[in-house]
């Protein structure tokens, strides 16, 4: 049957509703920011951009480099951004815009995150670089869809009872990165990480400005919070959700995470836009090597 107007949204032009992209307009391996003043500081080293859309928070370049068709796009803040980007990504490329039918064979991603993010363990460095080999989302986000396997449950079931989790909060969900894209990006001066994606930036880290964070000690437990030698490395908004609709679609995702803070520490990088731009060097090398 096909995708009703009200489902499948598309613009007069034929693109899709918030990225205002056609079909043709994205590659295959995709890299995606928060921030609309990163797409530019990633496509900058692209040897031709073909394609530049944007609409709202949403802007997109296309081009290659080294011979390799890459797509960078930001996605803005939170994973309920990330909820749009990835199913109208997913629509591009798997979905028939002439018949609004699903394709029979399905064309998968790979998705690199170029993030931002705080550690919340001392020994790791400002400025230094993480792969989140697991997400722990807060933001319930994987609970609005059905088939939710790969779930880890006794990992879980840890962090819930560590940090005396409130029932009145979504239950956290953890997945993993892509084992596969992990291969591209090996270098020993990056470690792995369990990342915990927040629904807010000041509360739900554990900022107060004017208004108390309900549970003002649940930084600290997610600190101290230890399962089978496993921390909770860094805090940021995008990852779990990245990870978890990726996993439902069938794409690749890997987020990768420059350290600009430390909340165990208190410090901040003195040269946030050098590190970034590294990171982004660092992507984009590894990616086109392969």
Same mark, same amino acid.
Not at 58 to 75: D, M
Not at 160 to 177: D, G, S
């Given at each position: 049957?096909?995708?009703?107007?009200?489902?499948?949204?598309?613009?007069?032009?034929?693109?899709?509703?918030?990225?205002?992209?056609?079909?043709?307009?994205?590659?295959?391996?995709?890299?995606?920011?928060?921030?609309?003043?990163?797409?530019?500081? %990633?496509?900058?080293?692209?040897?031709?951009? *073909?394609?530049?859309?944007?609409?709202?928070?949403?802007?997109?370049?296309?081009?290659?480099?080294?011979?390799?068709?890459?797509?960078?796009?930001? /996605?803005?803040?939170?994973?309920?951004?990330?909820?749009?980007?990835?199913?109208?990504?997913?629509?591009?490329?798997?979905?028939?815009?002439? /018949?609004?039918?699903?394709?029979?064979?399905?064309?998968?991603?790979?998705?690199?995150?170029?993030?931002?993010?705080?550690?919340?363990?001392?020994?790791?460095? %400002?400025?230094?670089?993480?792969?989140?080999?697991?997400?722990?989302?807060?933001?319930?986000?994987?609970?609005?869809?059905?088939?939710?396997?790969?779930?880890?449950?006794?990992?879980?079931?840890?962090?819930?009872?560590? /940090?005396?989790?409130?029932?009145?909060?979504?239950?956290?969900?953890?997945?993993?990165?892509?084992?596969?894209?992990?291969?591209?990006?090996?270098?020993?001066?990056?470690?792995?990480? %369990?990342?915990?994606?927040?629904?807010?930036?000041?509360?739900?880290?554990?900022?107060?400005?004017?208004?108390?964070?309900?549970?003002?000690?649940?930084?600290?437990?997610?600190?101290?919070?230890?399962?089978?030698?496993?921390?909770?490395?860094?805090?940021?908004?995008?990852?779990?959700?990245?990870?978890?609709?990726?996993?439902?679609?069938?794409?690749?995702?890997?987020?990768?995470?420059?350290?600009?803070?430390?909340?165990?520490?208190? *410090?901040?990088?003195?040269?946030?836009?050098?590190?970034?731009?590294?990171?982004? /060097?660092?992507?984009?090398?590894?990616?086109?090597?392969?």
């Amino acid at each position: 049957m096909p995708l009703s107007p009200s489902e499948l949204i598309l613009n007069e032009d034929g693109s899709i509703y918030h990225l205002n992209l056609r079909p043709e307009d994205i590659a295959t391996t995709i890299i995606t920011v928060g921030d609309r003043d990163r797409v530019v500081q %990633v496509s900058k080293y692209f040897d031709s951009v *073909e394609i530049k859309k944007g609409k709202r928070e949403f802007l997109t370049h296309t081009g290659y480099l080294n011979g390799k068709r890459l797509t960078v796009i930001s /996605t803005g803040i939170g994973t309920d951004n990330i909820d749009i980007v990835l199913n109208e990504l997913d629509a591009l490329a798997n979905i028939d815009f002439s /018949t609004r039918s699903v394709n029979k064979n399905h064309i998968r991603f790979k998705i690199v995150r170029i993030g931002t993010s705080g550690a919340i363990q001392s020994e790791i460095p %400002v400025d230094s670089f993480l792969i989140s080999e697991y997400a722990i989302g807060f933001d319930g986000l994987l609970h609005w869809y059905k088939n939710q396997n790969d779930r880890y449950l006794e990992f879980e079931d840890a962090f819930i009872a560590q /940090t005396a989790w409130h029932p009145n909060k979504a239950r956290p969900y953890i997945v993993k990165y892509s084992s596969e894209l992990r291969n591209f990006f090996k270098d020993n001066h990056i470690r792995l990480g %369990v990342t915990a994606t927040s629904a807010g930036f000041y509360g739900p880290q554990g900022r107060s400005l004017r208004i108390t964070p309900h549970g003002s000690d649940l930084l600290q437990k997610i600190m101290r919070f230890n399962y089978q030698n496993k921390q909770i490395t860094n805090l940021e908004m995008e990852t779990s959700g990245l990870y978890a609709l990726s996993r439902l679609l069938g794409h690749q995702a890997i987020s990768l995470n420059c350290i600009l803070a430390n909340r165990a520490t208190g *410090e901040f990088s003195k040269n946030p836009s050098k590190s970034i731009d590294e990171l982004i /060097t660092f992507v984009l090398q590894k990616l086109t090597s392969h």
